[in-house]
């Protein structure tokens, strides 16, 4: 017996959830499929978080649009899937003409492509803003409007409330197979079939595998990886904005980010990964990272780094006729379609930004697909609301927490302040795994990395879901945290 | 509001001793806040022997010297509060409790911090590559074995050679889990002299002097790890499938942070035992406590 649906999503992170929160308020069934034992758990985590204002992006390109869109609507947005976020603003320094020039070539670009509030100051204003940073800098970029998020927390929304609209997803399953036939896609999981009239392909850094498996082939994805140093809360105040620096002769920037948390996030690096898919972190990243943090921020320190991981982007690049790969990478998004199928592929910076904006655009396109466009519900529920959190109340309103129901007032997370009403909430929302938890709840992401509540949620989970203790996972089939002999 | 003449945080051997000595030296109300279901802190993960030789004159397992305390606190007047965190100090001498017993605002005059220390973890330090599962602290290996009766692993290296991690390496060895090494950065084993001599000599096990962990490898469960040597520079692949750390110890002073930011410590507040500095043995923390207020020139009691 063949699931049948009218759109696949294939894959679950932030582009496959906001895809699917789009559609879900259409008349028309939308199944998602995600081989990770959790949704938003690859590139959608691994990233700063930067709501951008797209003054990057090449004016009239689709990522000049969707990011102009998304970073106007941005607190909308968040309020409607009442997502936290900060609006941070993002200093991007120069140390001399040459990088001035690429400065106001943004500007330019932020005037012609129609983006408030983005423009040059002098050295003064800077360092009046953010007097830590390491002197020398002769302008900077100023872009108020710049917000900051945690992107696994936005895509976690938008799929409660796709979930909560009809959206039926499908974690720990995996596409073997893909075949078409008299119209209709049969796509063989390692647990079931399903038949789709349209795929969506939101398959990260396997959107052209996954292409190819009925499609000619057209981009490859070159793999990238990124390292990031994070620091505690204790280093969030000494700077307030995102700060990236255009580097004066050629090679890459640094970028810090006071994240929404107040932490402090350091990182990217860019690495070659020569075409392997290794995510994991590297010796030569980090010293990079922890060398241009101290340039750029004397004052950083750095007994207080709690955690340093690797993410691995996709870099796409137009295949020629005999299907080698060109140096003709894409600077824009680019969605192939073909007869049914569509693929947002390689889609890296601004992709977090934009996700919403994807999601709403790709629907589009599907929808009119059809010979007759699917109408709107009319019972589309809009509201998601957050889980509660102690820490946020504690700031807030303290007399709040007296509200709350009994299980609210046990601590589980000692450095974050996670109570365990917070993470029965998260399970039942959806988490099964300990990092599952610490994405939806924050439990285990301070100082101590779970060293005390990573025991007591083990127990936790292993209770609520009625599941022996060795079977309980990090992140999936493969990681349980202890192990019988 | 309820008042206390002291708030006691945290009901391990520090914050017990502390209560203790400050009923004998006149305060009356008394309250302990301990966030787990009883009193003793980390004690009660201690099922091995070498507490209260200092204090006891006897050789106590960590269980058995917190029962004893909590016996003495038991007798008297004091108040307990578990599964209650101190959510936040105020500078008007007040605090917000949170707990099963429900959240609330109390005053107090004198407020003793004894909420000991936490260890230092992995990737805190400079270490490259995955992050996989099977990866966890000494002291949170002793509390799922210990505490809840429940095993962790086998293949074991341990980083660090702090004094949980020699406990835990003869526990595991003694049941039969293969210790694979230990990694010490110095040119000694750190520890007490007599975990030295109960562990790492008597049960043979290996240690790695000179030497770092500088990457973790395997996708899932951890596989093994590359450990540099600090001497030669020389780089070494070790297999494993369970990692433990006992790279170190930090006070846990976390709510002084979240209370009072980069403000001056008010002078109603004391620290005492290992949030103040990580002590060797426990016998030292209780003495600690108990001459606390010998040494307080903070606020004078309501009391008196």
Redo the contacts between chains.
Sequence with gaps: MSRKTDVLIIGAGILGCFAAWALSRYKISTAVIEKEADVCTGISKANTGIIYQGYDQHPGSLKADLCRKASVSFPALCKELDVNYKKRGLLMLSFGPNADRVLEKKIRNAEVSNIPDVHLIGAEELYRLEPSLKKGVSHALFAENTFVVNPWELGIAAYENAKANGVSFYLNEEVLSIRKESGVFHIATNEQEFQAKRILCCGGLNSDALWELVNKPKIRLVPQAADYLVFDT?CGGLIRHVISVEPEEKGDGITIVPTCDGNLLLGPTRRELNGSFD?????A???EL?EKGKWLLPDLPFDQ?????AGVRPNPFYLDQNGTITDKSLNDFVILEEDGFFDLIGVKTPGITCANELGQYITTRILASFASAPELKTDFDPVRKAIPK?SDL?ERA?EA??QLP?EY???FC??R?V?KGEILEAIRRGASTLDGIKRRTDAGMG??????C??KI??LLSKELQTD??KI????????????? | MNHYDVLVIGGGAGGMAAALSALENGYRKILIAERKESLGGILLQCTHKGFGLGYFGEDLSGIEYAERFQLKVQRTEIQVRCNTMVLRLYPDQTALLSGTDGIEKISFDVCVLATGCRERTLYSQEISGTRPAGIMTAGTAQKLMNVDGLEIGDEIIIAGTGDVGQIMAGQLSLSGKRIIAMIEKEDHPGGLKRNQENYLKALRIPVILNSVITRVHGRKRIEGVEVKNLLTGELSFLKCSTLLTAIGMIPETDLLKTSFGKEAIPDWLIKVGNCKYVHEIVDSVTADGLQLWDTFKGRPHSST
């Excluded at chain 1, 995510?279 to 010796?283: E, P, V």
């Design positions: 204790d995510g994991s972190t590297a010796l990243g980090l010293s922890k780094m709690i955690r340093s991981f102690i504690l303290p927490l007296m009994p007032r046990e601590i000692r450095c302040n109570s100082r101590c990395q779970g060293g005390y990573m025991e083990l127990h203790i060795y996972t990090k992140d999936g089939p493969g990681t349980e945290i202890i192990k019988e002999s």
